[in-house]
């Protein structure tokens, strides 16, 4: 595979406010982008899904440009994230699994032996040229607005592929991890290498930084996830910086015990949820990582608050912009993906308001 120069090089982004941030600079202005800014929440979203799947609307180029830029044109974020899903290299791959709507992705044939892990297919960059392809179509629309590439991280991969399905405990996938450590290994360095040839796909395409979900991340112990995930998600942050420089975003629900871990695996920036305030992420930062420079965190603001009312949102928004500010850098989003039926005028007069405020 052959990788280009990291796009900030090729377009003029250089004082983009998210890539700014993200390095730790001072941007001119705040910047916010919100997970799942590209889906149901919009009725134009709805309108062109109409009728075509999921996942194939991930591998149709001309759908995943059109589907990513809406948020931006809407609301006027400061950055774009392709519209995929992280388990769609397993399914380009060959694994046979879907999305179902109001549930999630569905494993055909769950993975919990160490045959099932032998017999996981791995991922061909060629599988995900429509991603690539979508994301040079984006690289001409969007302009100077940062176009954020992802992945899923190993442990939420696995544990998809290990229930068969969403689960609220886990408890196959830690079974599995805990009396079969070395099956357990061997499916994470898998799909390791999964993700990183899907990552460095979108790179080579010229996305402006990553995000590498583990959104369940949090259901583990800080003992477990050092043990078991923190390794195979460290390589893959080196993978990355390997090939591109690139700020790279880790996110995960429920992680406050294991932020530091998190930006021990390579982060640049650390997604932070809403259950703990952002100046204790940043002191739980720094406190794991002291000769680092500052933290840089992504967040917090909780998703459902966005019913709230006005006056609640304002207020909320003003406290976490405030205390972000103890931060070395701070991207403003949400603590999880906007919920579908979020009212998206309240997402665009947040973006106003952040925007309107002293970073
Ligand atoms: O943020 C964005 O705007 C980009 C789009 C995006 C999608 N999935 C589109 C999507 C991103 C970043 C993802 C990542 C993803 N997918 C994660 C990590 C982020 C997180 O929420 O923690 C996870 C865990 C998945 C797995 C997954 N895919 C779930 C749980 C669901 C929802 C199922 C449902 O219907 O409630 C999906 C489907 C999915 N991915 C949708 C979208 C817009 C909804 C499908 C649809 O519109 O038909």
């Known amino acids: 595979m052959t990788h280009s120069a990291p796009v900030s090089a090729?377009?003029?982004?250089?004082?983009?406010?998210?890539?700014?941030?993200?390095?730790?600079?001072?941007?001119?202005?705040?910047?916010?982008w919100f997970m799942r800014q590209a889906g149901r929440s919009l009725p134009e979203y709805r309108q062109v899904r109409e009728g075509v799947p999921m996942l194939q609307a991930c591998l149709t180029p001309e759908l995943v440009r059109e589907i990513t830029a809406q948020p931006v044109r809407r609301h006027g974020v400061d950055a774009a994230i392709l519209f995929s899903d992280i388990v769609l290299?397993?399914?380009?791959?060959?694994?046979?699994?879907?999305i179902v709507?109001?549930?999630?992705?569905?494993?055909?044939?769950?993975?919990?032996?160490?045959?099932?892990?032998?017999?996981?297919?791995?991922?061909?960059?060629?599988?995900?040229?429509?991603?690539a392809e979508a994301v040079r179509l984006l690289?001409?629309?969007?302009?100077?607005?940062?176009?954020?590439?992802?992945a899923g991280a190993p442990f939420t991969l696995a544990s998809y592929l290990v229930e068969g399905g969403p689960s609220r405990n886990h408890e196959r996938t830690k079974?599995?991890?805990?009396?079969?450590?070395?099956?357990?290994?061997?499916?994470?360095?898998?799909?390791?290498?999964?993700?990183?040839?899907?990552?460095?796909?979108?790179?080579?395409?010229?996305?402006d930084a990553i995000q590498l979900f583990d959104s369940w991340a949090g259901a583990?112990?800080?003992?477990?996830?050092?043990?078991?995930?923190?390794?195979?998600?460290?390589?893959?942050?080196?993978?990355?910086?390997?090939?591109?420089?690139?700020?790279?975003?880790?996110?995960?629900?429920?992680?406050?015990?294991?932020?530091?871990s998190m930006r021990q695996a390579g982060a640049d920036v650390v997604g932070v949820d809403w259950r703990i305030p952002l100046d204790t992420a940043v002191r739980r930062l720094e406190g794991a990582m002291p000769d680092a420079p500052p933290p840089v965190v992504q967040g917090n603001l909780d998703p459902a608050l966005l019913f709230a009312g006005w006056d609640a949102i304002e207020a909320e928004v003003r406290r976490i912009v405030a205390e972000g500010r103890a931060a070395g850098g701070h991207i403003v989003n949400l603590g999880h993906g906007v919920l579908p039926t979020t009212d998206p005028e309240v997402l665009t007069r947040v973006v106003e308001l952040v925007h309107s405020l002293e970073g």
Not at 10 to 32: E, F, I, K, N, S
Not at 89 to 98: E, F, I, R
Request: charged share 25%; aromatic share 6%.
């Open 139 to 150: 690289l001409d629309e969007l302009d100077r607005t940062p176009l954020i590439g992802f």
């Open 220 to 260: 583990l112990s800080l003992r477990d996830y050092q043990e078991f995930v923190l390794p195979h998600s460290r390589r893959i942050f080196a993978g990355v910086a390997e090939v591109a420089d690139v700020p790279k975003i880790h996110f995960g629900v429920g992680t406050g015990e294991l932020l530091g």
């Open 175 to 207: 079974a599995l991890m805990h009396s079969e450590p070395r099956t357990w290994h061997a499916l994470l360095e898998k799909l390791a290498d999964t993700t990183l040839t899907f990552l460095r796909a979108q790179l080579a395409a010229g996305v």
């Open 89 to 98: 290299p397993l399914y380009a791959a060959g694994v046979g699994l879907d």
């Open 10 to 32: 090729r377009r003029d982004l250089a004082d983009a406010p998210l890539l700014v941030a993200a390095r730790g600079g001072r941007p001119a202005r705040t910047p916010v």
């Open 101 to 131: 709507a109001g549930t999630g992705p569905v494993v055909a044939d769950p993975v919990r032996t160490a045959a099932d892990v032998e017999r996981l297919p791995s991922l061909d960059p060629e599988q995900v040229a429509p991603v």
